[in-house]
């Protein structure tokens, strides 16, 4: 079975902290993702990355970055967290050439 | 850009009843996939569709690929509580290493 685990259900910052989102996968994909979900609005793309150190702009990229040093880690982070960033983030990650990503559990990021 | 167009937002039904959802696009795609996210969890892949026309079945569940492959349907048959959740069509164009652009979802909810 595939595992993909974020380092925290829940997290509240405080505007202007950093803040690092850590996904890991388990069985050697080749990309990984970062969505955010809001109420009305789905799931959006925020960055993917095709293999180790690579990354490429999803459709909401503005204020966030990613980073991806090992094959079984991306990680997202926010250089300087505001309130509109309050959200559910989602990390996935596929076998390169298939369909189908494989979603963690999810961090429910709050931003006072 | 690309429109895609998820419906109904929301359903409440009762217990046993059928539910249908659907997805339409301004663009053709070769993969239809159908997700569910529970409560508290990430989303997970019910269905896959590849074929424009195809219609697959996965337990009381149904889905279609459309013949202009612009849209899907999901049906789910007798209802349960544990269908409980919210439903998204994610079309893919397939190939490379791109996210998922997801519709906006259909929040089931099922009334004993």
């Known amino acids: 079975d595939v595992k993909v685990t974020q380092s925290s259900r829940y997290l509240v910052k405080r505007t202007g902290e950093k803040v690092f989102l850590e996904c890991v996968q388990d069985m050697d994909h080749e990309n990984m993702f970062w969505y955010r979900q809001d109420p009305g609005l789905g799931l959006r793309l925020i960055y993917f990355?095709?293999?180790?150190?690579?990354?490429e702009k999803g459709d909401i990229p503005e204020g966030y970055s990613v980073s991806r040093e090992k094959k079984e880690r991306f990680s997202l982070i926010l250089e300087s967290a505001s309130t509109n960033q309050t959200s559910m983030y989602l990390c996935?990650?596929?076998?390169?050439?298939?369909?189908?990503?494989?979603f963690g559990p999810g961090t429910r990021l709050t931003v006072l | 850009g690309q429109q895609l167009n998820q419906s109904p937002q929301s359903m409440f039904i009762q217990e046993g009843e059928d539910v249908s959802m659907n997805c339409t696009s301004s663009s053709i795609f070769n993969t239809w996939l159908w997700y569910k996210q529970e409560p508290g969890e990430g989303p997970v892949l019910l269905i896959a569709l590849y074929k424009a026309g195809e219609l697959t079945s996965n337990g009381r569940l149904t889905a279609q690929f459309g013949i202009t492959r612009k849209d899907s349907f999901l049906n789910i048959s007798a209802s349960i509580p544990s269908d409980v959740g919210i439903y998204f069509c994610a079309p893919y164009s397939g190939g490379g290493a791109d996210g998922l652009t997801f519709g906006k979802g259909t929040h089931l909810i099922i009334q004993p």
């Open positions: 990355s095709y293999d180790v150190k690579m990354k």
């Open positions: 996935a990650s596929r076998r390169g050439g298939t369909d189908t990503q494989y």
